[in-house]
């Protein structure tokens, strides 16, 4: 059986937006290429090549250029989220740790990422252990364990 390449997408209102929030979040994640040369913003390359305002920001990549992790794909869409996600993304913060120095190494990660704009949907101290659901900008589902 061949081995398949693995890409994340998330559908979305504001591609630019969820793309800058989980570059911040994972870390080592980057737009694939700058700006083209000749031109200080993306803004100024589209003026120039007479793509609509409302044409700008329908998908965002972000690749990861130092490690071997999936690229991440936003695509915008026209309907809101409407439930729960089937699928969600585990950032795992606290790998090695228990008790207190769990808790307070994804307490602190809870904290950075709600200064990005993601919000705690639950705290939960299970057998496995502690860990938060947020919801990023848009309302999607992830945990920190």
Request: hydrophobic residues 40%; contains cysteine.
């Amino acid at each position: 059986m061949p081995a398949f390449d693995l890409h994340i997408v998330f559908d979305c209102a504001d591609p630019d937006r969820v793309a800058r929030f989980w570059m911040a979040a994972l870390g080592g994640y980057d737009f694939p290429f700058g700006v083209p040369a000749g031109f200080a913003t993306w803004d100024e390359w589209a003026d120039a090549n007479n793509i609509p305002v409302g044409q700008r920001n329908t998908g965002r990549t972000l690749v990861d250029k130092d490690r071997d992790r999936p690229d991440i794909f936003f695509l915008q869409v026209p309907e809101a989220k409407q439930v729960k996600n089937r699928l969600h993304l585990d950032i795992k913060v606290a790998q090695g740790l228990e008790g207190a120095d769990r808790r307070t190494a994804i307490e602190s990660e809870t904290d950075r990422l709600i200064g990005l704009g993601a919000t705690v949907a639950e705290r939960l101290d299970e057998a496995d252990g502690y860990h938060v659901i947020m919801r990023d900008p848009e309302g999607n589902e992830f945990c920190l364990a």
